[in-house]
């Protein structure tokens, strides 16, 4: 059957065809042709936003602190105030312990053995103590104070050769190289401090009431732990090595040669040319 002339062609489209050919043929401003219509097709067109699950990083110890919080809240007040103080106190005893060990120590001097320049009351009331203050710091600290040298005269601690678990006080009489005469108990008249080594003696004028290097001889410097430099009580007083060989007392006095002469003349300094030793 022939096609009638001039009657206009139609074709069917599904819905999505007919949208799709609206949006192709849609004119777009500011330029014409197909590269034109392509893009504004790829550009109308969404892109899908996808949204994956959120990723939050994961803290081990989360839980258990969590778990240590509700229950540190369910403890009572004064509970809660206890572990608040131990919390504080908790740095403050490992920097005591340091300091106690390597800087500075407070000791308490008993016996008679250091009588009378400690200890000054100790013929009246025999319970009655001094208390030292022990520098514990090696040498080359103090800017004004190149090397804390030993010295004749110096008051000291160190750990007792006869018992390692007890600290005595004595004082230094001799020196490496120096000749020392002994008193009792001692069996040897004389003795010559050897290297590295000192000769301690306590200030009681009664041998007897003395345990020092006349009963168990020269001291080994690694021995010392520290040197006394100051009384803190019962009458406050700083100490100078240097008042025990000028012959002077603590408080400033001179009496010449009555403060402990008779110890410095049992000593003859340097009879054997030595290295002079440092407390480090």
Request: charged share 20%.
């Amino acid at each position: 059957m022939a096609k009638p002339p001039n009657q206009p062609n139609f074709r069917i489209l599904s819905p999505n065809a007919a949208k799709n050919l609206a949006q192709k043929k849609k004119p777009v401003p500011g330029g014409t042709g197909q590269g034109q219509n392509q893009t504004l097709s790829a550009q109308s067109t969404p892109e899908p936003n996808i949204q994956g699950p959120k990723l939050t990083p994961k803290r081990p110890f989360s839980a258990f602190f969590s778990n240590l919080r509700q229950r540190y809240a369910a403890l009572p007040r004064p509970v809660q105030r206890t572990c608040r103080g131990l919390r504080i106190l908790a740095p403050l005893v490992p920097i005591s312990l340091f300091f106690s060990e390597h800087v500075m120590q407070v000791m308490w001097v008993r016996g008679p053995s250091m009588t009378p320049y400690l200890n000054e009351d100790y013929h009246e009331n025999h319970t009655k103590s001094d208390m030292v203050l022990v520098s514990m710091m090696p040498s080359r600290v103090w800017p004004w104070e190149r090397t804390r040298r030993l010295e004749r005269g110096m008051v000291v601690t160190f750990r007792s050769p006869a018992n390692s678990s007890h600290i005595a006080i004595k004082r230094v009489v001799g020196l490496p190289g120096d000749r020392v005469m002994t008193r009792k108990p001692c069996l040897k008249e004389s003795q010559i401090v050897p290297f590295n080594h000192v000769w301690l003696e306590g200030d009681a004028s009664d041998p007897e009431r003395t345990l020092d290097s006349n009963t168990y001889g020269p001291v080994s410097i690694s021995l010392l732990t520290g040197r006394v430099f100051a009384i803190l009580g019962p009458r406050m007083r700083w100490l100078n090595w240097a008042d025990w060989e000028d012959g002077k007392l603590d408080n400033g006095t001179s009496e010449g040669k009555n403060y402990r002469q008779a110890t410095r003349d049992r000593v003859m300094k340097e009879a054997v040319n030595m290295e002079n030793q440092s407390l480090d």
